[in-house]
Every structure is written in structure tokens, then in C-alpha cells.
T-cell receptor, first 114, second 115 residues
Framework: AQSVTQPDIHITVSEGASLELRCNYSYGATPYLFWYVQSPGQGLQLLLKYFSGDTLVQGIKGFEAEFKRSQSSFNLRKPSVHWSDAAEYFCAVGTLFGNEKLTFGTGTRLTIIP | DAGVIQSPRHEVTEMGQEVTLRCKPISGHDYLFWYRQTMMRGLELLIYFNNNVPIDDSGMPEDRFSAKMPNASFSTLKIQPSEPRDSAVYFC?????????????FGAGTRLSVL
């Protein structure tokens, strides 16, 4: 069975600084990978996804993520964060077979300081 | 499209009462998922449907929980009787399969408080 690890429970970043959120997955074949963002009191919104092809994927709100098979990672990055980026971020993995189900990580809470 | 619509947004009830959460998926989506989110356990998949048929209910915590999908545009999650430990945010999500790709879209959630 697949699994997802988000090693950072909470990250604090200054506004304007760069951001990298870590995600490691465990799955024997090529996974489908997703990043979702949850603002306080809201549902999860899809930021970006990787199915195949270019390993660097662009998403909404200026976010990008890179799939690195050798490291089983799919880290989320943003060059310059804004106060509105404060939220909880979830990495998720799906599989080629039975891919309708996603396995979510435990989330990383991002705090932005002025 | 209006997205996935859940109601109510907030529900406060007393222990022992029946609670019904509602979900309207995105039109054209043939998968529907119910999740529960708590601080202790994170985001848990409770049950999901394909073409209105329950496919996997292994995440349903116990017999007090039941879910139905009478048609393609409506689903309910019922808790009877409710207990304080059921307090959580319940999310509904829907998706459709395009080739081998499946992307889930979430509703805003129902925050349930059982006193």
C-alpha cells in the first residue's frame, strides 16, 4: 500500500522569503501526486498535480513542485510567499490502479510572519 | 460550476441525536468520497461511491455511521446515535475518471460538534 510522509508539521516563513514544503511517498510504481491547500475554515483546494511527463509541474498561486523518483519526493516550492499563503498544505498520492483513492499526508501548517 | 456543495456548514447537536450531512457533487462526476478530518487522526477516507454504488466503506468507523447515494446528484452521511467523539469536520469530494487520471474536488466541509 502507498503512503505519504510530510516531515514538517509546522513551518514559519517571512513574507517575501522562499518556501519549500517536503513530501515523501512510498509506492512501488510511478505514483500520481497532488498538493492541496486548506485555508482556515475551508475545504481542500487543488494546487497542482503530477501524472507523467515533465517532472517540474506548475500550479496555481505561483506554486511549483518537482517529482524526483530517485528520492521518492514531490516537494512544493514558491519563490516568494505572501501573507495569504498561510494555510495547511497536504500532499497526496494516487496510483495507476485503484487511483480513485488518494492517500493523504498529515499536512504542514504554514505561518507567514511580516 | 458551483463546485461540491455541502450542507449544513456547521452542526451542533447533543449526544444521542441523529445527524445527517448532505453533499451535492459536481455535475458529471461519477465518484463521491466522504472524509473526516480531526486533529488527532488527520484526513480519513470514510467511504466512496462510483456511479452511486458504494465501493469501499472500510473507513466507516462503526455501525452508527451510514452513507447513501440515491442518485448522481446527492449523497448523505448519517450518524445515529451521535457521540462527542464524532466531533470533526466532514468533507465530501467528487471526481471523474479521465483515462487513468482522477482528480478530487472538495466541498467546504461540515463542522460537527456533538455535545
Amino acid at each position: 500500500a502507498q503512503s505519504v510522509t510530510q516531515p514538517d508539521i509546522h513551518i514559519t516563513v517571512s513574507e517575501g522569503a522562499s518556501l519549500e514544503l517536503r513530501c515523501n511517498y512510498s509506492y512501488g510504481a510511478t505514483p500520481y501526486l497532488f498538493w492541496y491547500v486548506q485555508s482556515p475554515g475551508q475545504g481542500l483546494q487543488l494546487l497542482l498535480k503530477y501524472f507523467s511527463g515533465d517532472t517540474l509541474v506548475q500550479g496555481i498561486k505561483g506554486f511549483e513542485a518537482e517529482f524526483k523518483r530517485s528520492q521518492s519526493s514531490f516537494n512544493l516550492r514558491k519563490p516568494s510567499v505572501h501573507w495569504s499563503d498561510a494555510a495547511e498544505y497536504f500532499c497526496a498520492v494516487g496510483t495507476l490502479f485503484g487511483n480513485e483513492k488518494l492517500t493523504f499526508g498529515t499536512g504542514t501548517r504554514l505561518t507567514i510572519i511580516p | 460550476d458551483a463546485g461540491v456543495i455541502q450542507s449544513p456548514r456547521h452542526e451542533v447537536t447533543e449526544m444521542g441525536q441523529e445527524v445527517t450531512l448532505r453533499c451535492k457533487p459536481i455535475s458529471g462526476h461519477d465518484y463521491l468520497f466522504w472524509y473526516r478530518q480531526t486533529m488527532m487522526r488527520g484526513l480519513e477516507l470514510l467511504i466512496y461511491f462510483n456511479n452511486n454504488v458504494p465501493i469501499d466503506d472500510s473507513g466507516m468507523p462503526e455501525d452508527r455511521f451510514s452513507a447513501k447515494m440515491p442518485n448522481a446528484s446527492f449523497s448523505t452521511l448519517k450518524i445515529q446515535p451521535s457521540e462527542p467523539r464524532d466531533s470533526a469536520v466532514y468533507f465530501c469530494a467528487s471526481s471523474y475518471l479521465s483515462g487513468s487520471k482522477n482528480i478530487q474536488y472538495f466541498g467546504a466541509g461540515t463542522r460537527l460538534s456533538v455535545l
